[in-house]
């Protein structure tokens, strides 16, 4: 039975639109693989609330990807390392351009692939680009300038998986943020995102 680690932020945690509380086994798009791959793989939900990719959000502790991801290949050993991360980087405080957010993807791949798990391979990657945001509500002056960033985050994430030669999946062409809160997903689009990941997933580990 491979082993598929989730590797994400708020969105992969399943954190609901304005009250942050979180889908339940049965709405986010982690949990619905873990059923739907019950038989065949076993799947790691490794969701972290504000996790970035680049730069550690102050106040908010240590919560780059390559400090934890390490850790997490240790103990877990995956077969499959899925990644969805940026748009915390995408937040104006950071100042972060798209290429940037992509370089760090890179370097987040490539420790992924100098890694070896327990049968003395490399674990695969599934590079997912989180769908665009939007600068409304509460998140507005937190994301200023994000929109434009986050709709063209796709293009460099797709290059560096060309050069890394890794799996990439677009979010957006199933996923849409909600348009009122701005940066998480309506439940139906935790759906969407499981029903299109099953078969990548299960052709990828063929």
């Not at 499959?80 to 791949?109: H, R, W």
């Not at 999946?169 to 998480?184: L, N, P, R, S, Y």
Request: with cysteine; glycine share 4%.
């Amino acid at each position: 039975m491979a082993k598929v680690l989730c590797f994400g932020d708020s969105n992969t945690w399943g954190a609901t639109p304005n009250t942050q509380s979180r889908y339940d086994d049965n709405e986010r798009w982690t949990a619905l693989l873990t059923t739907a791959l019950a038989d065949i793989h076993e799947v790691i939900e490794s969701g972290q609330p504000n996790r970035t990719i680049v730069n550690n959000p102050p106040f908010s502790g240590a919560k780059t990807g390559p400090q934890y991801l390490v850790p997490l290949l240790e103990l877990h050993s995956p077969n499959l390392v899925i990644i969805m991360l940026g748009t915390n980087d995408l937040k104006n405080k950071f100042s972060l351009t798209p290429e940037q957010i992509s370089q760090a993807a890179y370097t987040l791949i490539k420790q992924i692939q100098n890694f070896k798990n327990t049968t003395n391979t490399s674990p695969k990657v599934l590079l997912l680009c989180p769908p665009p945001i939007y600068e409304v509500g509460c998140y507005s002056n937190i994301y200023k300038n994000g929109h434009e960033k986050s709709k063209v985050l796709s293009k460099y994430y797709l290059e560096i998986c060309k050069q890394l030669n890794c799996h990439f999946f677009d979010v957006a062409t199933v996923v849409t943020a909600c348009k009122e809160e701005g940066i998480h997903w309506p439940v139906k689009q935790h759906q969407n995102l499981a029903e299109a990941l099953i078969p990548i997933i299960k052709k990828i580990l063929l």
